[in-house]
């Protein structure tokens, strides 16, 4: 991957502000450390963005607790990041697959040395993979060579005709730093079966003849560009951890973000709940979009893929998902942050959570113990979806699942830690 080469002469202004603001250290002079820019200049710039996703700027919203709670919210503040321009599709999701698949064929099974790199110092028993060797075959559970198939064998099972991976052998090994309220914080690894659950869509309906998307919606390349769905929590967060791995070893090294650490993640509800509204002016007063069956103030069709009334799926032009740029994006430049597939997020859910979280970057983390009660496994999820009815499309309205439970209604999607740039409201102001 690159990152995308159209970018404007204000994408590549905004890089040499930033080189300016950045740059002064290095100056040879030691008078030059007394002189900083003026940012009047280059005020209100936007950061070019990552491939597929798109820059939010840091501002303000109001942050409710569920409407049973009885609270009445609270304002909070969201510094600027990167969020997915759209949901994740099946066909982003299949590449996570099939990365994780290769991984264990090339270790657990055909552990052939033509697979791996030969490393000067590298201590006995570790190997590391040459990808560019295994790209050229991957994926290799597909392969058609008898004896790789023989070897590979129990990654494989069949499915009525056709060959499919095994949910139990295909998966996903990382470390994160766990969180527990105010337990102190430690770092700990997860084993993630990844695979989603393809018979999610009888699991949810069954007396509604769902076996055909069961049979094709995650694995045929008409759905490639459809929200994958039958994902959990737990395989949403790896497939960030993956993918940060993938965005630093290609797109982020060469572009003006490489030798940043920046961190990848499923949104917090407060930065969802942000790109939701879409405000692109700092002065907006702080509402969410609130949208009605209807429409937008009573004015304008409501465009997007929701339930409309009982039995009325398919008003919207879809019965069940759309692609996920169907519709137009906000004024973020966001697709779908209403309707589609409700979207996980980071946190943990609580119905009174505006009260524990703080007023910057608000976030409610528990990371959940497989002993654990599922009133400690629920996380919230966001934005309704193509069953919902229009009260759910609100951003403000608040949902939750617990965090090993899939569902053909739940998406999600990543954001990205980004840098403050200078807003008009810096501007000094002569009174």
Not at 406 to 421: D, K, L
Request: net charge positive.
């Amino acid at each position: 991957m690159k990152i995308q080469n159209n970018h404007s002469k204000l994408a590549r202004y905004t890089i040499l502000c930033i080189a300016i603001l950045v740059g002064f250290c290095a100056c040879k002079s030691s008078s030059s450390i007394y002189k900083a820019p003026n940012v009047n200049a280059f005020r209100g710039g936007k950061l070019p963005a990552p491939p597929g996703m798109v820059y939010i700027p840091s501002g303000t919203i109001l942050f409710k607790g569920s409407l049973d709670s009885g609270n009445v919210g609270k304002d909070v503040s969201v510094s600027a990041f990167f969020i997915d321009e759209a949901e994740v599709t099946n066909k982003q999701y299949r590449e996570f697959v099939n990365w994780v698949a290769d991984s264990v064929a090339v270790t657990d099974y055909l552990n052939d040395d033509q697979y791996f790199l030969e490393i000067a110092g590298e201590q006995v028993g570790q190997k590391r993979i040459n990808w560019a060797k295994v790209k050229k075959i991957s994926p290799i559970w597909k392969s058609n060579d008898p004896s790789v198939q023989e070897r590979i064998a129990p990654m494989v099972e069949m499915q009525g005709n056709r060959r499919a991976l095994n949910p139990e052998v295909i998966r996903y090994r990382f470390s994160y730093l766990q969180s527990k309220g105010n337990v102190k914080k430690k770092y700990v690894t997860d084993t993630v079966a990844v695979m989603p659950v393809e018979d999610i869509w009888t699991k949810d309906f069954p007396n509604a003849q769902l076996t055909s998307l069961d049979a094709n919606y995650f694995e045929h390349p008409s759905f490639d560009y459809y929200p994958v769905v039958g994902v959990t929590w737990r395989q949403a967060r790896a497939f960030t951890d993956w993918r940060a791995n993938e965005m630093a070893a290609t797109v982020l090294k060469n572009s003006y973000l490489s030798g940043y650490q920046l961190s990848l993640s499923l949104p917090t509800e407060a930065q969802w709940q942000y790109a939701a509204s879409g405000k692109i002016d700092p002065q907006d007063t702080i509402v969410g979009a609130r949208m009605t069956i209807d429409g937008i103030e009573g004015k304008k069709k409501l465009a997007v893929n929701f339930k409309q009334g009982e039995g009325t799926y398919s008003r919207d032009g879809a019965t069940f998902t759309l692609p996920v740029k169907s519709y137009m994006p906000n004024a973020f430049g966001v697709y779908n942050m209403a309707g589609n597939v409700s979207e996980w997020t980071l946190d943990a859910y609580s119905p009174s959570a505006v009260v524990f979280v703080n007023d910057l970057n608000p976030a409610l983390l528990y990371d959940a113990d497989p002993k654990d009660g599922d009133a400690l496994k629920r996380k919230v999820v966001r934005g309704g979806s193509w069953k919902d009815n229009g009260e759910q499309l609100n951003s403000e309205t608040r949902n939750y699942s617990v965090d090993y439970e899939p569902h053909s209604y739940i998406g999600f999607r990543c954001v990205m830690s980004a840098f403050e740039m200078p807003t008009v409201q810096s501007k000094t102001r002569k009174y």
